[in-house]
């Protein structure tokens, strides 16, 4: 292992093997570790008192994952960026929809049909407006969705959310603070089949019984989401946008 501390920055780097690793020392209580994409880049967050051996000691015992997700990351098919013009290919819960953009000179929106998504436009709108209004469909089709997934699975996990909140998220598909019973959902699950939406609603809500994931948590799943690995391999093999990794 060679530890390097790169200049002007709190971050150091543990290099394993092949492999390096940005790490930090924070003021958290466990460790966190992310790889990112596209580059399959590492990073582990640490607990400011662990010292550099027990933080090696976890590496180690992570790498066989790293590598796998590395290697998934390598062979994901991306989507390529969009430029909003009609024709274009837009992906609404996992069906593929070509885009018709149409301009006209009233208040901006978003309409679905069986073949298409219509973009009603001003003339001459940017391209980030234009992305700006798709986002915001995107987020609305999801607050719709949501909440009846939510109180499905409240009933049968007997757990309670007091809030939930959709945004974008570069490393993550969902997040849960358990203090708060409040979940996050990435904005780009609105892309996503409607089963990889239900399989991280589940997955967040089975964080308010078990915080960690071990076997109780991989039970949970099972006992309320039996196809949930399924589910989860659908997920991470659909295109993915360039800032985002596996979850």
């Known amino acids: 292992m060679i530890l390097r501390t790169q200049p002007k920055t709190d971050m150091q780097q543990l290099v394993i093997g092949e492999v390096s690793i940005d790490f930090i020392r924070k003021d958290i209580k466990n460790l966190h570790l992310v790889v990112y994409s596209p580059s399959g880049k590492v990073r582990i967050s640490a607990p400011l008192r662990m010292n550099s051996e027990t933080i090696r000691t ?132 609105a892309k996503k089949p409607i089963e990889c939406l239900e399989y991280i609603v589940v997955h967040e809500l089975a964080h308010l019984i078990e915080r960690r994931h071990g076997a109780r948590f991989s039970a949970l799943m099972d006992m309320f989401l039996p196809k949930w690995r399924l589910y989860k391999e659908m997920l991470n093999k659909r295109p993915l946008r360039h800032e985002y990794w596996n979850y």
């Open 58 to 189: 976890f590496v180690i015992s992570k790498m066989k994952w790293i590598k796998k997700q590395q290697s998934k990351l390598a062979n994901l098919e991306r989507e390529a960026a969009k430029e909003y013009v009609s024709q274009e290919s837009h992906y609404y819960l996992g069906r593929l929809y070509l885009l018709k953009v149409i301009e006209q000179r009233s208040r901006p929106k978003v309409a679905l049909t069986h073949e298409t998504i219509e973009l009603h436009i001003r003339p001459n709108t940017a391209r980030e407006k234009r992305k700006e209004i798709m986002a915001g469909w995107y987020r609305q089709r999801l607050r719709e969705i949501i909440p009846g997934l939510i109180t499905q699975y409240e009933e049968m996990m007997k757990v309670n959310v007091a809030e939930f909140a959709i945004k974008r998220m570069k490393t993550r598909w969902g997040s849960c603070n358990l203090r708060a019973k409040r979940i996050w959902l990435n904005l780009e699950l």
